[in-house]
């Protein structure tokens, strides 16, 4: 069922409700949480290096809250995502691999499929109406969230910016279908019409959706120069202003002893899911930063896109700043993490040059080379991550539905999905290391639209320091060793044969226990080989 939407601002005559409804595990021993997802941000769009090294975009951009960050917490050089955003956001919700829960290629429009053509394959019966907790909508993945269980849990949970879990008139359109109480501008849009107010989000002048892409929710913000980014960290802002509000108002009747029922009236911890629309396309200048950008010299539109990734930043320190104010800073853990790469994937999108680039990564956004799915992760988790600490370990997006929920102290649960995610817990802790003897795969049997290295109709393994990317179209298979070639430009296929056979194999196995799809073959309607046919 769907619950109604939630007031982002909870009276003082609520409190007795609220207490009501709290868990009875105890609020002081399970963290605040914040995710702060960026949208299309490539592992070098930031003054902090992911790489050994500084590269020439870590000198370019400025993000000195992320530098804050790193030096607070954990900086995570391996971590990946899926090439495309709803493949990653739905691994994300539900712990599940993408070739799993089969959301492979992004959604919008209900029983619509989002493919591109391709002279030879077809793309399969995929599902592009998302993800569902309840059954009954066709073409989705069935399966509960890890909000769902934070707020079962006692978590008040908080929605602001991206969705995109589910299509359009689809259960799973809403985050307040998947256990948030609280949703600001989340639907199933996978990008904005616009980021200017001065537009209304992609609103007409009586209200109306004037783009597919269109912003809900925001109408106060419009005609007033507030840009997007701002503007969802404004409304973030504001529900943990409400939920600080709640929270001093039970703190002051525990202290004057009004409140005696421990188990019942602990407070709640939160969970905010701080999605940014930034730094999708479109390439808009955030004036806050655009001029200073151009006096480095950028183009116009590397210089907006500049602006994009340092307006992020300063929204990642205003709720930083806010914990440190409110006195929450050393009992909440902040996630920084990209939902797939940098738009950087070799040619130029709709005519226009393109904005920034990956290297020392190939490819990008829509690749299952590097630059396409590892993406920039920072933790910060006070008494647990060592400040200032790296880890080289590889991840992925999965692996944060049963980290979060360990993080919250729930260690059971049901669910009616396979998690394929692993905690990267004993990572933060400095006592485990979950990537041993591990593989990472990926699936992506579509054509996404874009061209460049390493799109389209492919599927991928990482095992060790080795990554196979195998062509459902060519049935060509390229072999890197990550470690000493992070740039995949030598293909050592031809001179690891043994080895490609086994992680052919490996992958293989992997994509047929997850009842992962192929491509068929148009002229005979057969399916595309896997990897070890």
Not at 393 to 406: C, G
Not at 504 to 516: F, P, V
């Amino acid at each position: 069922m769907m619950r109604p939407r939630s007031n982002s601002h909870f009276p003082v005559v609520m409190m007795a409700a609220v207490v009501a409804a709290t868990a009875s595990v105890q609020a002081q021993q399970r963290p605040n949480i914040v995710l702060f997802m960026v949208d299309d941000m490539g592992w070098q769009d930031t003054s902090l290096p992911f790489w050994t090294k500084p590269t020439p975009l870590n000198n370019t951009y400025e993000t000195p809250n992320m530098e804050r960050l790193a030096r607070q917490g954990m900086l995570f050089s391996g971590a990946y995502a899926s090439a495309i955003s709803s493949p990653s956001r739905c691994s994300l919700l539900t712990g599940s691999n993408a070739a799993r829960h089969r959301v492979t290629n992004w959604t919008f429009r209900k029983d619509q499929m989002t493919d591109g053509e391709d002279d030879l394959l077809a793309p399969p019966d995929w599902n592009y109406n998302g993800v569902c907790q309840v059954e009954g909508t066709p073409n989705t993945f069935v399966a509960r969230s890890f909000v769902d269980i934070l707020h079962s849990a006692g978590y008040h949970t908080i929605h602001c910016g991206k969705a995109h879990w589910g299509a359009q008139d689809t259960p799973g359109e809403s985050p307040l279908h998947f256990g948030f109480e609280v949703n600001i501008a989340g639907h199933a849009a996978g990008g904005p019409a616009t980021y200017l107010s001065e537009r209304n989000f992609g609103h007409d002048a009586d209200g109306r959706p004037a783009a597919q892409f269109a912003i809900p929710g925001l109408q106060k913000y419009w005609g007033t120069g507030t840009f997007l980014t701002e503007a969802l960290t404004q409304e973030a802002l504001g529900a943990l202003q409400s939920w600080n509000e709640r929270y001093n108002v039970i703190t002051s009747l525990r202290d004057n002893e009004i409140i005696k029922e421990k188990e019942e009236n602990e407070l709640r911890p939160f969970f905010l899911y701080l999605s940014h629309y930034a730094v999708h396309i479109p390439i808009d200048r955030d004036m806050r930063f655009y001029e200073k950008y151009r006096r480095k010299g950028l183009s116009e539109k590397e210089a907006a896109y500049a602006s994009l990734i340092e307006g992020m930043d300063k929204s990642l320190g205003d709720i930083l700043d806010w914990l440190e104010l409110n006195g929450q800073v050393d009992n909440s853990i902040i996630i920084f993490m990209s939902d797939n790469g940098g738009y950087a994937s070799g040619l130029e999108w709709r005519d226009e040059p393109l904005f920034t680039q990956n290297a020392p990564l190939r490819s990008g956004k829509g690749s299952l080379l590097e630059g396409g799915i590892r993406e920039p992760m920072i933790v910060r988790w006070p008494g647990v991550a060592r400040a200032g600490s790296r880890c080289d370990s590889y991840l992925i997006i999965e692996d944060f539905f049963p980290t979060i929920l360990e993080m919250a102290g729930i260690r059971r649960y049901q669910v009616p999905q396979t998690i394929d995610g692993r905690s990267f817990v004993p990572l933060l802790r400095g006592k485990g290391e979950p990537s041993k003897d591990r593989c990472l795969v990926w699936n992506y049997p579509h054509v996404w639209g874009n061209k460049g290295p390493g799109i389209d109709l492919n599927c991928a393994i990482r095992e060790g320091d080795w990554k196979l990317i195998y062509s459902y179209k060519t049935g060509q298979k390229e072999l890197y060793n990550i470690r000493h070639d992070i740039g995949e430009e030598h293909n050592l296929a031809a001179e690891q044969p043994k080895l490609v056979r086994r992680l052919s194999r490996h992958l293989g196995k992997r994509l047929r226990a997850m009842n992962a799809q192929r491509p068929t073959v148009k002229a005979t309607g057969n399916p595309c080989p896997w990897p070890d046919e």
